[in-house]
């Protein structure tokens, strides 16, 4: 993947037509949500990564794949692992947010 050169398209993501995807072979999968096999684009791109074991925050290449309006996964391709994100569908309200005092 770190081989493949970025290509920019005028097309709208709308007429984009569907692509198979797999995920690339060794690549690790950290959720055991239902992957799709179809993706509508995908974007090469950098994403800032942090948690256990990592000193730091650092900035790494990602492939990003999206399958639909409310799906798209990262392939962080300097650790060969995949994270699938979803779009929330809660709606917060101040209901929702009792820990403390609102910012707003």
């Not at 992957?35 to 990564?49: D, E, L, V």
Request: aromatic letters at 10%; one cysteine or more.
């Amino acid at each position: 993947m770190e081989s493949i050169e970025p290509k920019s398209s005028d097309t709208p993501l709308d007429q984009i037509p569907e692509q198979p995807f797999s995920l690339p072979q060794g690549c690790i999968l950290d959720t055991d949500a239902h992957i799709p096999t179809k993706c509508i684009a995908r974007y090469h791109g950098f994403g800032q990564r942090a948690g256990f074991g990592l000193p730091r925050p650092t900035i790494i290449p990602v492939h990003v794949v999206v399958f639909n309006d409310d799906l798209l996964g990262v392939i962080w391709i300097d650790f060969e692992d995949f994270t699938l994100y979803s779009r929330v569908k809660e709606t917060f309200t101040t209901n929702n947010m009792q820990m403390g005092p609102s910012c707003l």
